[in-house]
């Protein structure tokens, strides 16, 4: 191993149930990982992973983008849930 081995981001991490989700590889510098959610770098050492996991910022930020999952992921309606709806909507008198 040549001398000034730069520890690399220790990708098992990636695999971890609690981080897969959010963490991923820095591209700028490989031996760190990265938050999806808070645009952040962190370093590859894993109680600083789980540190990062704990803090605030990164709570909220997580609570944010499920909600945002939530509302892309919809399941995507059949062709005749979607025509009853439209039946029902154009049946549904003007409110004057
Ligand atoms: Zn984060």
């Given at each position: 191993?040549?001398?000034?081995?730069k520890?690399?981001f220790r990708?098992?991490?990636?695999?971890?149930?609690?981080f897969?989700?959010?963490?991923?590889?820095?591209q700028?510098?490989?031996?760190?990982?990265?938050?999806k959610?808070?645009?952040?770098?962190?370093?590859?050492?894993?109680?600083?992973?789980r540190?990062?996991?704990?803090?605030?910022?990164?709570?909220?930020?997580?609570?944010c983008?499920a909600?945002v999952?939530?509302l892309?992921f919809?399941?995507?309606k059949s062709?005749e849930?979607?025509?009853?709806?439209?039946?029902?909507?154009?049946?549904c008198?003007?409110?004057i």
């Open positions: 191993m040549p001398k000034g081995y520890q690399k990708h098992f991490c990636l695999d971890q149930p609690d897969k989700n959010w963490l991923t590889k820095d700028s510098d490989k031996s760190k990982g990265f938050c959610y808070c645009k952040c770098s962190i370093n590859a050492k894993i109680y600083q992973i540190a990062h996991r704990e803090t605030k910022k990164h709570v909220q930020n997580t609570k983008c909600q999952n939530k892309t919809l399941p995507i062709d849930v979607c025509r009853q709806e439209t039946r029902k909507h154009i049946k008198p003007k409110r």
